[in-house]
């Protein structure tokens, strides 16, 4: 047994002997609080028993018939009374193990209740909730005197009298029943014990399996922890727990939660029929709830007001002119998924957290963290709107495009037979349905083609309502063009934007981190940033020629010849840095060859491309699948001067009182020289720079230039139905996607919607938005300055200012310094 596992036995020892301490602990100290309490009713306990035994001491002596059954009835009560004292006793302690543990209610902090976790932006903007029970706590003096008024003369009117049995109330029980009416006689506080415990479910021991037994040894739970509720907190403690606690119907938990779904209010706001109404819910939140049963609701709502007016909370004249107002609401129903701002968000943290919370022993869903993420709430909402504006115009194009035709097609351009209904099978729809009717092909059919009520996407209204059969409505939805947008930080890490669709409601999958898509020519970078780091230079020269490549796969010989984008070859001269501007396959690929496959890969990989690379002829020209972070972190490694930065983001994580749990920081790593960093940001100004670069079209947003320096470089899949553009500033790198949900879905190649057309003008319309906005604190500016070293004869016009210097005998370079 190594160090770390004796240490490991230890501390479980170590934390047995503390609970069992504490156990015995607790045992002692409720021991000398029920004997201190006695001590305090010595004087009317006493009396009541002096007059007991004086009354009947006359009888004991009389050896009759009469003194005997008395004695007999005194003995048989008090072995009941030493009865049940240990069976509570026994229950307290868990005897042998048969009841089960009782809460353990810690006087140092408030009992935990599951509570929704909230999701923020880094400027403090609210942009999403986790939540199992919706549910807000809030104090007591945030609550309105009416609801604690409802509430106490409905549920408890005896509450600041008992301890946290109400005797009275439940013996009374037996009587009702008698009579036929069914009524509880759980004080507010047995009913707090059973909520935040949840003592029918669990601390169950080995009678918990007997049905009767079992709900006999819960409700005696309640009793011993009412009772320590009471001995722990104040009665606004109480009722506060409470009314934080308990469910209102339509996933609707806590008072504040409740008052905001049905009234639109604040707790203090809520009038006296308000408060009746919700407190009535209470009895049975599906039976009077006010949306489903509106009638019952308002009829529960007047007891509650009867109740009221018996205990004086309310006047005759309040109580005949309240109850026979309507019940009047202004329904807000919260979905957790629906946000004002960044729904993928929410999504992409969760995921982002999981390993932590499992690590760390909190739930997002139930913990009531304030998770804080690296988001900028302008830049977000700029990228939606971003986002939006350019796929709006898309997809019009698009449909004019294909008319009543289906977009998925093959590779010949022909329409692809049975696609939706083999995209149905893939689908849970379709799983379920064959359980339902035992896979009857006929009956699912009848299923699926039957029209019937939905709600679905639209560009024009955002969501329509509609009569169509499930496979009307995939045959629509599929034709929708989607989007994938994030902005990072190059030199934090963090993530300032994220889009993961046109609408999450509607399209739940994420094309920044869940999709993987050919990235074409943007992919292009990471062979060049190869070729530079091994000794070749920007202005270095490669022919564009026809090239056939000879390669070995999967064991077999192969060979392969690839073409360019207007299928033209120039035999021009070219430097490597108008070559990638210009998006030139043929050079890529040799120059892939020359620097090799497997290097191409092992660079990107290193750069921040964790995505299976095949190290094939193709891969310099975005042949294998990444997801759109993967790119983004990688291009910012060439902005950060050669250290790749893990993008993350989520900054901190605190309680929901402050206190700090979790700081996340970057995981940084230099994997590139600072000067093949720094000359692949030179790269990729090129395609801006140089004559008939693809990022050109980004020269149509004129007001994101004017003494700034922007790079990018544009990729397109080989049948065209993936457009990528990828943009860097001195601030920020930022990655473009726009394709449909499936590969075959797209444009036909005649009209050739390439990255430059299709992602790029998202980017220029975001710059735009972003430089124009001050407050985001984004500037435009040069990229910074670098000295690095370059062949002498190296000439790029504009772009060097060679300085003098002692030659280097051994490569024949001098020190250059870009110059701004």
Request: proline share 3%.
């Amino acid at each position: 047994m190594n160090v770390n596992n004796i240490n490991s036995v230890r501390e479980t020892q170590n934390n047995n002997q503390n609970i069992f301490i504490r156990k015995i602990k607790n045992i002692l100290t409720f021991i000398l609080k029920f004997l201190k309490w006695l001590w305090n009713k010595k004087k009317s306990f006493s009396g009541y028993i002096k007059n007991i035994i004086f009354r009947i001491i006359p009888y004991l002596k009389w050896n009759t018939w009469h003194s005997i059954i008395i004695r007999k009835f005194i003995k048989y009560i008090f072995n009941l009374i030493l009865v049940i004292a240990f069976y509570f006793f026994a229950v307290f302690i868990n005897f042998l193990w048969l009841f089960g543990s009782s809460p353990d209610i810690d006087t140092d902090k408030s009992p935990e209740m599951s509570v929704a976790s909230e999701l923020y932006t880094a400027d403090s903007v609210q942009i999403g909730r986790y939540f199992k029970e919706n549910r807000v706590p809030v104090e007591y003096g945030e609550i309105s005197k009416n609801i604690i008024n409802a509430l106490i003369a409905t549920e408890d009117a005896r509450f600041f009298d008992h301890g946290g049995v109400d005797l009275k109330a439940t013996f009374s029980i037996l009587w009702y029943v008698m009579k036929g009416d069914q009524r509880g006689g759980s004080t507010i506080t047995q009913q707090l014990a059973k909520n935040l415990f949840k003592t029918r479910k669990i601390y169950r021991g080995l009678l918990g399996k007997i049905p009767y037994v079992r709900t006999f040894v819960s409700k005696t739970k309640e009793w011993i922890t009412a009772v320590k509720l009471e001995r722990n907190y104040s009665k606004e403690d109480i009722l506060t727990m409470y009314l934080n606690t308990v469910d209102f119907g339509n996933n609707t938990f806590g008072i504040k939660v409740a008052c905001r779904t049905y009234f639109n209010k604040l707790p203090f706001q809520v009038n006296i029929q308000e408060a009746a109404t919700l407190i009535g819910i209470l009895k049975a939140p599906t039976t009077f709830n006010p949306i489903l049963n509106p009638k019952k609701c308002k009829e529960r709502r007047n007891i509650v007001l009867s109740q009221m007016l018996k205990y004086k909370y309310l006047t005759f004249r309040e109580y005949d002119s309240i109850s026979k107002l309507p019940i009047v609401l202004d329904y807000n129903v919260q979905d957790p998924t629906e946000t004002l701002l960044g729904s993928y968000v929410r999504t992409a943290v969760s995921n982002y957290l999981k390993n932590w919370c499992k690590q760390s022993g909190y739930d997002i869903y139930t913990s009531g963290l304030k998770i804080y993420t690296s988001i900028d709430s302008r830049l977000q909402k700029y990228a939606e709107e971003s986002v939006e504006e350019q796929i709006k115009k898309l997809q019009k194009r698009f449909n004019n495009h294909w008319g009543k035709e289906n977009p998925w097609i093959n590779e010949k351009e022909k329409e692809i037979p049975n696609f939706i209904e083999d995209f149905v099978k893939r689908t849970s729809l379709y799983s379920g349905l064959k359980k339902r009717y035992k896979n009857n092909e006929d009956s699912i059919n009848y299923v699926l083609n039957t029209p019937r009520k939905m709600t679905l996407f639209s560009w024009k209204k955002r969501e329509i309502d509609t009569v169509l059969s499930p496979m009307d409505s995939i045959r629509y939805m599929k034709r929708f063009l989607n989007a994938g947008f994030v902005v990072m930080d190059p030199y934090t890490g963090k993530i300032k934007a994220w889009v993961g669709g046109i609408n999450y409601k509607f399209f739940k999958y994420d094309h920044v981190n869940q999709a993987k898509r050919q990235p074409g020519s943007t992919f292009k970078p990471f062979v060049y940033c190869a070729a530079i780091d091994n000794g070749w230079s920007p202005c270095d020269r490669i022919v564009d020629q026809r090239v056939t490549v000879k390669y070995e796969e999967d064991g077999k010989q192969k060979t392969w010849s690839p073409h360019n984008a207007n299928c033209e070859f120039t035999g021009s001269n070219m430097t490597l840095r108008y070559a990638m501007a210009r998006s030139v396959n043929s050079v890529t690929v040799q120059l892939s060859e020359k620097v090799g496959f497997k290097t191409v890969a092992d660079y990107a990989n290193k750069l921040g491309i964790s995505s299976k690379l095949k190290p094939v002829p193709s891969i310099g020209l975005g042949s294998n699948d990444v997801t759109l972070l993967e790119m983004v972190a990688a291009y910012s490694t060439f902005l950060n001067r050669g250290v790749y930065t893990e993008p993350f983001l989520v900054t901190k994580i605190t309680d929901r009182n402050g206190k700090l749990i979790k700081e996340f920081k970057p995981v940084q790593k230099r994997v590139l020289s600072e000067e093949t960093a720094f000359l692949m940001v030179y790269m990729l100004k090129g395609g801006l720079e140089e004559p008939g670069g693809t990022s050109q079209s980004l020269w149509d947003y004129g007001e994101i230039f004017g003494d700034n320096e922007i790079g990018g470089k544009t990729g397109t899949s080989s049948n065209y139905s993936d457009g990528w553009f990828m943009g860097v500033t001195k601030d920020l790198v930022t990655g473009s996607w726009v394709g449909g949900e499936d590969r075959c879905i797209h444009f036909r190649k005649e009209v050739k919607m390439e990255g430059c057309h299709s992602a790029l003008p998202i980017y220029g319309i975001f710059m735009t938005k972003v430089y124009n906005d001050k407050k985001t604190g984004i500037t435009k500016g040069k990229f910074p300055k670098a000295t690095v070293k370059i062949n002498k004869d190296c000439y790029c016009p504009t772009q060097w200012e060679k300085k003098d210097t002692t030659k280097d005998d051994s490569d024949e370079a001098v020190e250059s310094e870009y110059n701004e």
